[in-house]
């Protein structure tokens, strides 16, 4: 029969966890992070198109993780700062709860399919009265027009929906490195020393501060900044090195903007 | 199986699920082939089954009917199932049956094997309905194995649209199908069961 | 009629022969509506019917779906049916969907975010598919800002699970992990790496 759904296995990043947690067995600070980077890069590198979204989750989840074994193999110091803690308990406490979740579903699912199992070995009787019923002489195509057969016709013969995954959303704001290193190639030299911070202050979108940030990156590298953080998470200050004048022009960008504008987007 | 000869009723249960979910009286040859006994096993466990029934007065019975098999509602109860059957009867199509009809419409001759492929989902029911109200009928066999039975609509069909023939149904232009239904309409997949 | 008690006999016969035309499970309301008895009493031919079915090791037997009662071939002659019936099963769930089936059945009337939220993952093109096969449909709209549909199981995906209620789906208590299993995660995640 050709008609199948076509169901692109998809599981969520908290189901790719657990099944890494649960397949290897093993406690954390045993393992070693790479395995669970590689594990979760190869469930990433499964998939045909890149997801952004499950990309995120996955980097999310991965990141949490990173944490918590440095955590667990470095000593604890009584310089850790209590927000961050708490933040990372909550972090913990929030996967671990998904996890349960997942878990929880996974267990239902299954069941729901011994269910279906279970129930498609009867057959139901579907025969209707016979001709002995000679049905009310009612007209069912009374007001029914070929016009509307024909949209009848259109609609089951029509392409089922394929699934997919709308990303199209997480790629609505494009920020061109280019434009970006530009801007601060012109304000820098006037601000002299500031901070991340102040200059990401009336950044639209997160998009905008990651390119403040590579492009700032970027800047460093030409020597065109000096960049001081003194504490962790602390004040990223910005320093400028490059004299009065903007340099040329950010050609260096161009191979951002190339990566940007190269990597799939999603059919529209 | 109360009632029945020991031997007989293995068999005759075997029988009985496979009338409960036949939609068209079934030829003793189909059950002979099915449960492996001789057509004469058939009649005589078509017709212990029959006796039976009439013997507990049950709802239905097991009728002999245009060559076939058939569970049917007993006479003695036709005013229920009358009453139900009118009740439930629907003033209009249902979005499936019509659905179920433009194909037939658009894509005749055409199986019921075609028609369940392309809607992905078994449509006898549907297509009982529309044989039943002679808007579509049998127009033939198919050449390929099991020789399914082709459906196509009726002139009651076109009389009902006010149309002269199926040529004048708006043409389905720049319209195009998908791939699996396409696939569908090009294959007689499997032989079609019915009588 | 054997092996019902007397005083149901006359009544049961008229239920199985509404029960033999039928195309859908009938809700017990329209059938007592039909025999003209209480709700109480289709309860109780419908529970007599069924257990005499199975003493008799009939083909049939009558069970409980999807808030009615219906006619269905008893899963022992599977095979023979399956075999009558040519029916291509309907293309098997992916466990992403399966799941996401079991997130709306036990948390309905859920929204698309709220299923999303639980599954870490867009579930949209998921929603889909399950509309399409017609286990999952609209229900209604969230009250809140942005009037969300929401999202709820339908009498086919009861019909399918041979399930009669949504509340007959075993609890969902009974499948969060046992102790050890929620130890074994929260030790994997535990920060200080303490036993």
């Given at each position: 029969?050709p008609?199948?759904?076509h169901?692109d296995?998809?599981?969520g990043?908290?189901a790719?966890?657990?099944?890494?947690i649960?397949a290897?067995?093993?406690?954390?600070?045993e393992?070693?992070l790479?395995?669970?980077?590689?594990?979760f890069?190869?469930?990433?590198?499964?998939?045909e198109?890149?997801?952004?979204?499950?990309?995120?989750?996955?980097?999310?989840?991965?990141?949490?993780?990173?944490?918590?074994?440095?955590?667990?193999?470095?000593?604890?110091?009584?310089?850790?700062?209590l927000?961050?803690?708490?933040?990372?308990?909550?972090?913990?406490?929030?996967?671990?709860?998904?996890?349960?979740?997942?878990?929880?579903?996974?267990?239902a699912a299954?069941?729901?399919a011994?269910?279906?199992?279970?129930?498609?070995?009867?057959?139901?009787?579907?025969?209707?009265?016979?001709?002995?019923?000679?049905?009310?002489?009612?007209?069912?195509?009374?007001?029914?027009?070929?016009?509307?057969?024909?949209?009848?016709?259109?609609?089951?013969l029509?392409?089922?929906p394929?699934?997919?995954?709308?990303?199209?959303?997480?790629?609505?704001?494009?920020?061109s490195?280019h434009?970006?290193?530009?801007e601060?190639?012109?304000?820098l030299?006037?601000?002299?020393?500031?901070s991340?911070a102040?200059?990401t202050?009336?950044?639209?979108t997160t998009?905008?501060?990651?390119?403040?940030?590579?492009?700032?990156?970027e800047?460093?590298?030409?020597?065109?900044?000096?960049?001081?953080?003194?504490?962790?998470f602390?004040?990223l200050?910005?320093v400028?090195?490059?004299?009065?004048a903007?340099?040329?022009?950010g050609?260096?960008?161009?191979?951002?903007?190339?990566?940007a504008?190269?990597?799939?987007?999603?059919?529209? | 199986?109360?009632?029945?000869?020991?031997?007989?009723?293995a068999?005759?249960?075997?029988?009985?699920?496979?009338?409960?979910?036949?939609?068209?009286?079934?030829?003793?040859?189909?059950?002979?082939?099915?449960?492996?006994?001789?057509?004469?096993r058939?009649?005589?466990?078509?017709?212990?089954?029959?006796?039976?029934?009439?013997?507990?007065e049950r709802?239905?019975?097991?009728?002999?009917?245009a060559?076939?098999?058939?569970?049917?509602?007993?006479?003695?109860?036709?005013?229920y199932?009358?009453?139900?059957?009118?009740?439930?009867?629907?003033?209009k199509?249902?979005p499936?049956?019509?659905?179920?009809?433009?194909?037939?419409?658009?894509?005749?001759?055409i199986?019921?094997?075609?028609?369940?492929?392309?809607?992905?989902?078994?449509?006898?029911?549907?297509?009982?309905?529309?044989?039943?109200?002679?808007?579509?009928?049998?127009?033939?066999?198919?050449?390929?194995?099991?020789?399914?039975v082709?459906?196509?609509?009726?002139a009651?069909?076109?009389?009902?649209?006010?149309?002269?023939?199926?040529?004048?149904?708006p043409?389905?232009e720049?319209?195009?199908?998908?791939?699996?239904t396409?696939?569908?309409?090009?294959?007689?997949?499997?032989?079609?069961g019915?009588?």
């Amino acid at each position: 029969m050709p008609y199948e759904v076509h169901l692109d296995v998809f599981d969520g990043p908290f189901a790719v966890l657990l099944e890494l947690i649960t397949a290897q067995r093993v406690d954390l600070y045993e393992v070693r992070l790479t395995d669970i980077v590689d594990g979760f890069l190869a469930e990433l590198a499964r998939r045909e198109a890149l997801d952004l979204e499950a990309a995120t989750e996955f980097l999310l989840i991965a990141a949490t993780l990173v944490e918590l074994k440095c955590r667990r193999l470095l000593p604890g110091g009584d310089d850790v700062d209590l927000d961050e803690e708490l933040a990372l308990f909550e972090a913990r406490d929030y996967l671990l709860a998904r996890l349960v979740e997942c878990k929880t579903f996974q267990s239902a699912a299954e069941v729901l399919a011994a269910l279906e199992q279970a129930a498609a070995r009867s057959f139901p009787r579907r025969s209707g009265p016979d001709e002995r019923l000679s049905p009310p002489a009612v007209d069912l195509l009374a007001g029914v027009t070929a016009e509307q057969v024909r949209a009848a016709a259109r609609k089951a013969l029509a392409p089922r929906p394929v699934e997919r995954v709308a990303v199209g959303h997480v790629h609505d704001d494009v920020v061109s490195m280019h434009a970006v290193y530009d801007e601060l190639c012109r304000r820098l030299p006037g601000e002299g020393r500031t901070s991340f911070a102040a200059l990401t202050a009336g950044a639209p979108t997160t998009a905008h501060v990651v390119a403040c940030f590579l492009a700032l990156l970027e800047l460093y590298k030409q020597e065109l900044v000096e960049l001081e953080q003194l504490t962790t998470f602390g004040e990223l200050a910005v320093v400028w090195q490059g004299g009065a004048a903007a340099p040329a022009g950010g050609t260096a960008m161009d191979d951002y903007d190339e990566l940007a504008t190269s990597s799939p987007g999603p059919g529209r | 199986m109360s009632g029945l000869p020991e031997d007989l009723r293995a068999e005759a249960a075997a029988l009985e699920a496979v009338l409960t979910v036949a939609t068209e009286p079934v030829p003793p040859g189909v059950l002979a082939e099915l449960l492996e006994v001789p057509v004469e096993r058939v009649e005589q466990l078509g017709a212990a089954l029959a006796a039976s029934y009439e013997a507990d007065e049950r709802g239905f019975q097991l009728a002999r009917v245009a060559g076939g098999f058939r569970l049917q509602s007993h006479p003695a109860y036709q005013g229920y199932v009358e009453r139900f059957v009118f009740d439930e009867a629907p003033s209009k199509l249902s979005p499936a049956a019509l659905e179920t009809l433009a194909i037939v419409a658009y894509k005749q001759p055409i199986s019921r094997a075609q028609i369940a492929a392309v809607r992905g989902v078994n449509a006898d029911g549907v297509l009982r309905v529309l044989v039943q109200r002679g808007y579509v009928e049998p127009v033939g066999r198919d050449d390929g194995p099991g020789q399914a039975v082709l459906f196509g609509t009726t002139a009651e069909f076109l009389e009902r649209l006010g149309l002269d023939r199926v040529e004048d149904l708006p043409p389905l232009e720049g319209f195009v199908p998908d791939v699996a239904t396409v696939e569908a309409l090009e294959h007689v997949l499997r032989p079609d069961g019915g009588p």
